[in-house]
Structures are given as C-alpha cells and as structure tokens.
C-alpha cells in the first residue's frame, strides 16, 4: 500500500512540473556581454553619483604624509632615535630593526 502511495505522489509531481513548464513563458533574449557591461557602470556610476558626501569630508585623498606620527621633538630614544606619538598617546622610536619600541610612561 506504501509503494502505490509513493508511486502515485511521484507521478503527480512528476505531472505537476511538466505541466508547470509548458505553462512558463520563453526566457528573455539573452543580452551580449558589452551590453551586460555597459548596464552594470551606468548602474555604479549611477549609485556613485547618488552617495551623499559627509558634511566637512573633502573629495581630495588623503596622501602617505597625513599617516605620519607626529614626532616629540623634545624627547630623545636611548640612541638618539627620533620619538614619535602614536593615535592613543603612546611614544615610541624607530629601532635598528625598523620596529616600533614603546618608550614606559615614566621615561
């Protein structure tokens, strides 16, 4: 009884797909590559246009110099080395191996 029931749910999905695909319509002419291309950056150039600027944001890039430490002139490593401050207020110098070496807090 099992086995007719599963034939019987089998046939009907199976007539149920067939049937659902006589029913669909054509697919749409496919579009060629340049098209494709051409459509997605008019769509970024389009969302790119659309982005609002931050108030107070400039469009310029920020070059290697803005990135820069700013550098504790009064203050010496124990060579001599420069001594920079980093973003949370940290001093540190440049070693012989190219590595930052943090100075302690009471130096």
């Known amino acids: 009884m099992k086995t007719i029931l599963y034939v019987l749910a089998i046939l009907l999905s ?3 797909s067939v049937g659902g ?3 669909s319509t054509p697919p749409a002419q496919k579009m060629s590559v340049n098209d494709r291309l051409t459509k997605a950056r008019a769509a970024k150039a389009e969302k790119s246009a659309n ?3 931050p108030a107070g944001a400039s469009e310029s890039k920020a070059s290697p110099a803005d ?11 124990p060579h001599g080395e420069v001594v920079h401050t980093g973003e949370q207020g940290g001093k540190f110098y440049i070693n012989a191996n190219g590595n930052k070496t943090y100075l302690s807090s009471n130096q």
């Not at 990135?67 to 490593?77: C, M, R």
């Open 67 to 77: 990135y820069k430490a700013p550098v504790d002139k009064t203050q010496k490593g």
């Open 21 to 23: 695909l006589a029913q």
């Open 14 to 16: 199976l007539g149920q």
């Open 51 to 53: 982005k609002a600027m």
